[in-house]
């Protein structure tokens, strides 16, 4: 599967941005999307994932500000982010996973800066 997400850009802390990730395929079986994060000279990261099951899981750190969420008949996942803060600047991927094949988008960048 081929995602494309876009969304990112700069904002100013206690902003928010919503990102979106389009599937070239349908999404409704797909095991795992989500959203994995990664600022400069640190590892990437799990932001948020959902499953065909609606099991969310998220990342602490962005529990309570972030929200996943998906369009089937679009073939699309979102993450809403509010409260925004200086370390959420990152690259943002989505990903998916169908048994053990993963697949990653090309990244959005968000800049979180006053």
């Known amino acids: 599967v081929q995602l494309q997400a876009s969304g990112g850009g700069l904002v100013q802390p206690g902003g928010s941005l919503r990102l979106s990730c389009a599937a070239s395929?349908?999404?409704?079986?797909?095991?795992?999307m989500g959203w994995y994060r990664q600022a400069p000279g640190k590892q990437r990261e799990l932001v948020a994932t959902?499953?065909?099951?609606?099991?969310?899981d998220y990342a602490n750190s962005v529990k309570d500000r972030f929200t996943i969420s998906r369009d089937i008949p679009k073939n699309t996942i979102y993450l809403q982010m509010n409260s925004l803060k200086p370390e959420d600047t990152a690259v943002y991927y989505c990903?998916?996973?169908?048994?053990?094949?993963?697949?990653w988008g090309q990244g959005t960048q968000v800049t979180v800066s006053s």
């Open positions: 959902i499953t065909p099951a609606r099991v969310i």
């Open positions: 395929e349908s999404i409704f079986s797909i095991s795992v």
């Open positions: 990903m998916s996973r169908i048994g053990a094949t993963i697949s």
